[in-house]
């Protein structure tokens, strides 16, 4: 059953879509940029946790030799908060990758 937002024109993604689109141009980018950093900090790790140990076997942490997933997100951010520079990169990884592609893009457009 359609609710009466949904008749006028959309469902909830839709009028997220066109909010976006209305807001300034900075400001969608600082939206974009600001999403892709949370999903280097919050999704990345267990997504290279999953990928590594398929390929490479359990993450090891210590003496525990089945650490899960969270062993390995608590020893990610204990290097972001030491400011290693491998750590950091991942966290901003899918941001500037996405700001290359588009500067990318933009200069083939060109």
């Given at each position: ?107 083939w457009r060109r």
């Amino acid at each position: 059953m359609m609710t009466s937002s949904e008749a006028q024109g959309g469902g909830p993604l839709q009028r997220l879509r066109s909010s976006v689109r209305e807001r300034p141009r900075l400001q969608r980018e600082l939206i974009l940029f600001v999403l892709m950093t949370l999903f280097g900090l919050i999704v990345m790790p267990f997504l290279i946790w999953f990928a590594s140990s398929r390929v490479l076997g359990p993450y090891t942490h210590g003496q525990d030799l089945h650490a899960g997933p969270f062993a390995l997100v608590a020893d990610y951010y204990t290097g972001l908060v030491h400011g290693s520079a491998v750590f950091w990169s991942v966290a901003l990884g899918p941001a500037v990758l996405i700001l290359l592609m588009r500067l990318f893009l933009a200069a083939w457009r060109r």
